[in-house]
């Protein structure tokens, strides 16, 4: 049976919270967590949580180097790729010419001179993806496979890998790559390696930036527009004078853009989720409180998305490969 609740939540979200599926009684897993069944007994366990397990001091750690930072994660990205790569079945990577999938193809040819790659291309693209990810290749040595992705085929495929998610696409691009896992299991490959995941991670993108700006506009304003009678009177009739309530808005934090700031503000929150992610996102702010506001801003962005962007991506590229036994 159909759950209005979180149906409704999704009509105003586009996306589900937390837990929650389009039907009753039927619960998904938050992320980092595990449920153990023994006999009659059934319990979870939350392995790992953003905001309790990010080493905040660390962040803020000025002392530490660029250089240092970004040889610790290239060393970790390496270790991540190597140990996804054990294998008893053929495997391929994704490859769509970017930064993220563009280097774990890299680390992965390293340890694979054979290795196969796939790339969308996709109608109306002009081939974008296509020549991006044939510079990596050819650059590696390696095979790249092009699947063309017409309107005709998106739409005959559409139905069927809504299907195969079990509810409603958020990303139209989870239909090419049901396309993708059904040409690589003709071909023979059962596991694929992917870049899903980095712009969670480091910021790829445009809405992180957006609330970068906003805060560092507050922020500026809040030095150069004292507080006092004369602004608060000046700012009546010139609103741009104005100065920021900087306490209000980090009291009453909310992420920006539709449609989350309209349900965020308005008395649906209850009704479908919304304080749970406004409360969320407030905390995960809260958490951040050692670095300036901008920064703040970013990363609870960025964190966010785990619970939402990251859960919702790596959930329908999981399903719609799986449905080609493509793991």
């Not at 009678?229 to 909310?254: C, H, K, S, W």
């Not at 790596?314 to 490969?321: E, F, G, S, W």
């Amino acid at each position: 049976d159909i759950d209005v609740h979180s149906t409704l939540s999704l009509l105003l979200y586009e996306r589900f919270n937390d837990t929650e599926t389009p039907y009753q009684a039927i619960s998904n897993f938050p992320p980092g967590t595990y449920l153990k069944i023994c006999g009659d007994s059934i319990y979870s366990d939350t392995y790992f949580d953003v905001q309790r397990d990010i080493d905040i001091a660390a962040i803020a750690d000025s002392s530490r180097s660029f250089a240092d930072a970004s040889q610790t994660f290239e060393n970790a990205l390496i270790d991540s790729v190597e140990k996804h790569m054990v294998s008893d079945a053929p495997l391929a990577t994704l490859c769509s010419g970017g930064l993220d999938s563009g280097l774990v193809t890299a680390i992965a040819a390293k340890h694979n001179k054979q290795l196969v790659s796939y790339v969308a291309d996709m109608e109306g693209m002009q081939g974008e993806e296509h020549r991006r990810a044939t510079l990596i290749t050819n650059h590696l040595g390696t095979e790249l496979r092009r699947i063309p992705v017409g309107q005709e085929e998106f739409l005959r495929a559409l139905p069927h890998a809504i299907a195969a998610n079990d509810q409603p696409l958020f990303f139209a691009q989870e239909v090419a790559l049901f396309l993708i896992a059904r040409q690589m299991r003709a071909d023979g490959f059962k596991v694929v390696l992917s870049g899903d995941g980095a712009d969670e991670l480091f910021g790829g993108y445009s809405w992180y930036t957006e609330e970068y700006r906003r805060w560092a506009r507050l922020s500026l304003r809040a030095r150069w527009l004292p507080e006092g009678r004369i602004m608060q009177t000046l700012g009546r009739f010139v609103p741009a004078l104005r100065p920021p309530d900087l306490n209000r808005e980090i009291a009453n934090y909310a992420l920006t853009g539709q449609p989350v700031e309209y349900v965020a503000t308005s008395f649906n929150m209850a009704p479908v989720g919304g304080m749970t992610r406004t409360l969320r996102q407030r905390s995960l702010f809260e958490s951040l409180h050692e670095l300036p506001l901008p920064e703040r801003a970013f990363l609870a962005r960025n964190f966010e998305d785990v619970h939402v962007h990251m859960r919702e991506s790596l959930n329908a590229k999981d399903k719609v490969t799986m449905h080609h036994g493509i793991e």
